[in-house]
């Protein structure tokens, strides 16, 4: 298991050691709107700990090999991926082809999180999300569904604590929509 290593609560300390860099692929408007306010859920709760990076990358740009290959080595370099979509059957396969990319290489990462619309929590792209957490040996949390569990697993790591409370009990963050 990855951890990470951040500094004291409360310390100002915010060499570049300390950065928690987030990647963030999205499938559209709506499902990028959802990553960035989970992502800023983690800087307003966890910004004085560290500086916070981050790069999103649009489905769609991810079927360019450059692009893919930039968007690969961001995903090697994180500390946290997180994957945007709507529900559906099937991540698109240029979206595949760059999580099998990064999976390849051996990221730093300490979680995959999965961001989708309904409320169903047995699909294809959570399982698919799921298995590729495990390949890479990190944690994966889902919205809405899969959780670690409610444990002490995570006191030790504030950033996976952080993303476990709003992932499973951030009323706003399970709701979002187009008009809110």
Not at 63 to 77: F, G, M, N, Q, S
Request: glycine content about 6%; aromatic content about 8%.
């Amino acid at each position: 298991m990855h951890t990470l290593s951040l500094p004291a609560l409360g310390s100002s300390d915010t060499e570049g050691s300390n950065a928690l860099n987030v990647v963030i692929a999205y499938e559209d408007l709506e499902t990028g709107k959802r990553a960035m306010k989970t992502y800023d859920y983690l800087v307003e709760h966890l910004g004085d700990q560290c500086l916070f990076t981050n790069q999103m990358w649009k489905f769609d740009v991810l079927a360019v090999p450059k692009l893919r290959d930039i968007a690969a080595k961001d995903a090697v370099a994180a500390d946290i991926i997180i994957v945007a979509a709507h529900e559906g059957n099937e991540l698109p396969a240029e979206v595949k082809a760059w999580i099998q990319q990064w999976l390849s290489f051996n990221t730093r990462a300490s979680a995959l999180v999965g961001l989708f619309g309904a409320e169903s929590v047995d699909t294809p792209v959570r399982d698919y999300l799921a298995s590729i957490a495990k390949r890479a040996k990190i944690e994966f949390f889902c919205q809405p569904g899969l959780w670690p569990g409610k444990s002490n697993k995570h006191e030790s790591n504030p950033t996976l604590a952080v993303l476990a409370s709003v992932m499973q009990e951030d009323h706003e963050v399970l709701h979002w929509g187009i008009n809110e």
